[in-house]
């Protein structure tokens, strides 16, 4: 029988007790939703397609435009990418790796009743109602106007240095890639740049402690992103899994790339063109893992708008996007996405 370690007990949030609540209190259910494919059941692990981004700041329009080529074909294709000459230093990028092990490794009581990080912690999930539907996670998910704010991290000092650039840096990173597709489908880069609002962008450290039955439960289940787009970066211990056609393939991580794919928000506005791909990160029985994502987000008003007319969504904000997944969320257990606005 499966026991936690002692040394770990007291910072990891009851992830093993949750479970198997939902376990027994869904005995008499069907155990998995239909169309639900076991973690175990991966096709193959695959590469990304890589772009190096240092073609964006060459000052040679022909290597800019071989870039943004790039960039938009993996948008199309994939929905995901991976980026090496990005401009955010690998020092910085191992800093905050390691303030955030320091930062998980503060006991479960403490992290969730604190109130540090703007009160943003969060762990399992507290709408599951089936055990596919529960994260083996726990995270910090902070908006970037609370970054900079002293008061939200307690005697967290060094992480809150590290954030504010950290945020600062994906935040710049983030509207450079933006600008790049927009600007393949014939419109101004500015598009983008007047919608974007730190008030609705954030960052999420994320933390996946060791599980003991990694094919029965997801690290974090399967979803798509509710923002324009996503830059992740991860530990060298993979886990991060899409869906490529109708089969979960493996993402295998590159030291020193950062992790980008689109959200809803930029699928809806290039009226399909771009893939919000549904992806999830497996649970491990060996290690840990630890990651760190920034998500681009207009403000709650904000029209989506689209980039041609006819679109094959009607109109909607950001707000009224955010309130239909949080209303399908905790309604259902699962979030129904664009298929909610869709003509």
């Not at 955030?100 to 599951?128: C, H």
């Not at 840096?169 to 927009?182: D, E, H, I, N």
């Not at 994502?293 to 909607?316: E, K, N, V």
Request: proline residues 5%.
């Amino acid at each position: 029988m499966f026991k936690e370690d002692t040394t770990v007990m007291n910072s990891n949030p009851p992830l093993f007790h949750q479970y198997g609540l939902l376990l027994q209190s869904t005995a008499h259910l069907q155990p998995l939703q239909s169309g639900y494919q076991p973690t175990s059941s991966v096709l193959e692990e695959c590469q990304l397609p890589l772009v190096d981004l240092k073609g964006l700041e060459s000052g040679k329009e022909k290597e800019r435009m071989a870039c943004s080529s790039e960039i938009f074909e993996a948008s199309a294709e994939w929905g995901f990418f991976q980026v090496i000459n990005h401009g955010i230093r690998s020092e910085l990028l191992s800093r905050m790796s390691k303030e955030q092990m320091k930062l998980f490794a503060v006991p479960f009581e403490k992290k969730s009743t604190s109130g540090i990080l703007d009160n943003s912690y969060r762990w399992g999930a507290a709408t599951a109602t089936q055990p596919n539907q529960f994260s083996w996670s726990e995270a910090f998910h902070i908006p970037l106007t609370k970054v900079s704010e002293a008061d939200c991290y307690g005697n967290f000092i060094h992480l809150r240095e590290v954030m504010e650039e950290l945020a600062t840096a994906m935040s710049k990173l983030a509207r450079s890639l933006a600008g790049v597709l927009v600007e393949s489908l014939g419109h101004r880069k500015e598009v983008f740049e007047d919608m974007c609002d730190e008030s609705t962008c954030f960052l999420r450290l994320n933390h996946y402690p060791i599980c003991p039955f990694p094919g029965k439960v997801t690290g974090l289940v399967p979803h798509t992103d509710s923002d324009y787009l996503t830059i992740l970066h991860q530990d060298s211990g993979g886990g991060l899994q899409l869906m490529k056609g109708s089969q979960w393939v493996a993402v295998k991580p590159i030291p020193e790339a950062l992790v980008v794919n689109i959200g809803d928000l930029l699928q809806a506005w290039s009226n399909d063109t771009y893939k919000s791909v549904k992806h999830r990160v497996v649970a491990n029985s060996a290690r840990e893992r630890y990651s760190t994502a920034y998500f681009l987000c207009p403000s709650d008003h904000s029209g989506i708008g689209s980039c041609r007319q006819p679109s094959p969504y009607r109109h909607f904000t950001f707000g009224e996007y955010r309130k239909q997944v949080r209303d399908d969320v905790e309604k259902t257990g699962y979030k129904e996405g664009l298929s909610r606005f869709r003509l």
